[in-house]
């Protein structure tokens, strides 16, 4: 369930309040397809469960808020810690967080029962109920996609937390690298080449550019539809590069986790795999059944 620590602490939360033991309830339910939506708001969570009725059930969840006045203490923490402030800025949350919380006698978690509160609207008197349970997991899966969603439902929206932040939470660049100097002997003289040149570093090589991209012009499609279905678009004498992408998936994986993934297996390795054969497929219909050797990435 939890890939990142976040997100096991989000478990350890609900253990503490005796619900961990009920997740499996809940990802059963969850996985099987019945939260039909989920809305996570500063402080709340509102979300439409399907159940054995017609009409979805209704699960409500409140969370605690820290004050204006309490963010502010930990916002002001968090500048005077420039390394945990560049690390929020580049969307990760350092797990010694929990300590600058903690040193301001607050907790970026709910840490007791009554900083958490749930509520069902189907006739089931277990607390959590099956329906509830569901969202408790579906929020996991949440909070490892996206941590910021822990702060705002603790009161603070990831858009603000940065501008508390300021450019302390903006990375620095590395300082450039000192300029290339003599080399120097055992006796601390520099030495010297044939040519009397003082010897030093090997010059930095040029990089090359790349060549420039191929612009294939626009051409307009026949009007013959068997013309165009029969491949009589583009000349058959032209030469075409046919290669399958050294990045399978590459869309994918930039746009990181993919929300309500009920897959099995991580999201990005499924799309990869099914890309890679979908692109096997490809080559064999344009190239010819048995074209693509899977071990090599050009046709």
Same mark, same amino acid.
């Given at each position: 369930?939890?890939?990142?620590?976040?997100?096991?602490?989000?478990?350890?939360?609900?253990?503490?309040?005796?619900?961990?033991?009920?997740?499996?309830?809940?990802?059963?339910?969850?996985?099987?397809?019945?939260?039909?939506?989920?809305?996570?708001?500063?402080?709340?969570?509102?979300?439409?469960?399907?159940?054995?009725?017609? $009409?979805?059930?209704?699960?409500?969840?409140?969370?605690?808020?820290?004050?204006?006045?309490?963010?502010?203490?930990?916002?002001? $923490?968090?500048?005077?810690?420039?390394?945990?402030?560049?690390?929020?800025?580049?969307?990760?949350?350092?797990?010694?967080?929990?300590?600058?919380?903690?040193?301001?006698?607050?907790?970026?978690?709910?840490?007791?029962?009554?900083?958490?509160?749930?509520?069902?609207?189907?006739?089931?008197?277990?607390?959590?109920?099956?329906?509830?349970?569901?969202?408790?997991?579906?929020?996991?899966?949440?909070?490892?996609?996206?941590?910021?969603?822990?702060?705002?439902?603790?009161?603070?929206?990831?858009?603000?937390?940065?501008?508390?932040?300021?450019?302390?939470?903006?990375?620095?660049?590395?300082?450039?690298?000192?300029?290339?100097?003599?080399?120097?002997?055992?006796?601390?003289?520099?030495?010297?080449?044939?040519?009397?040149?003082?010897?030093?570093?090997?010059?930095?090589?040029?990089?090359?550019?790349?060549?420039?991209?191929?612009?294939?012009?626009?051409?307009?499609?026949?009007?013959?539809?068997?013309?165009?279905?029969?491949? $009589?678009?583009?000349?058959?004498?032209?030469?075409?590069?046919?290669?399958?992408?050294?990045?399978?998936?590459?869309?994918?994986?930039?746009?990181?986790?993919?929300?309500?993934?009920?897959?099995?297996?991580?999201?990005?390795?499924?799309?990869?795999?099914?890309?890679?054969?979908?692109?096997?497929?490809?080559?064999?219909?344009?190239?010819?059944?048995?074209?693509?050797?899977?071990?090599?990435?050009?046709?």
């Amino acid at each position: 369930m939890a890939e990142n620590w976040w997100a096991r602490r989000w478990v350890e939360v609900l253990e503490s309040f005796a619900v961990g033991r009920r997740l499996g309830r809940g990802r059963n339910y969850a996985r099987q397809g019945h939260i039909v939506d989920i809305e996570i708001g500063k402080g709340f969570v509102t979300a439409h469960v399907q159940g054995s009725r017609d $009409a979805p059930y209704l699960v409500r969840m409140h969370f605690s808020m820290l004050s204006s006045t309490d963010w502010k203490k930990v916002t002001r $923490a968090l500048v005077a810690r420039p390394d945990l402030a560049v690390e929020l800025g580049m969307g990760q949350i350092p797990e010694s967080i929990e300590s600058v919380f903690e040193d301001q006698h607050l907790s970026l978690f709910p840490n007791a029962s009554g900083d958490l509160k749930a509520a069902c609207s189907c006739p089931d008197n277990a607390n959590p109920c099956k329906h509830v349970a569901a969202v408790y997991y579906l929020l996991g899966e949440e909070f490892d996609r996206d941590p910021f969603l822990i702060f705002q439902l603790r009161g603070m929206e990831r858009g603000e937390l940065l501008a508390a932040l300021g450019p302390a939470a903006i990375p620095r660049p590395p300082p450039p690298p000192p300029p290339p100097g003599p080399v120097f002997g055992e006796d601390g003289e520099p030495l010297e080449g044939e040519d009397g040149e003082l010897l030093g570093p090997p010059p930095i090589p040029q990089l090359l550019e790349p060549p420039p991209e191929r612009v294939i012009p626009d051409e307009p499609l026949p009007d013959d539809p068997e013309a165009f279905w029969g491949g $009589a678009v583009r000349s058959r004498d032209e030469a075409i590069e046919v290669r399958i992408p050294r990045k399978p998936g590459a869309i994918v994986a930039r746009l990181g986790g993919f929300p309500f993934w009920r897959g099995q297996s991580n999201c990005e390795a499924a799309m990869a795999r099914t890309y890679r054969n979908a692109s096997i497929t490809g080559l064999d219909v344009y190239l010819g059944a048995g074209a693509v050797n899977e071990d090599d990435e050009t046709p």
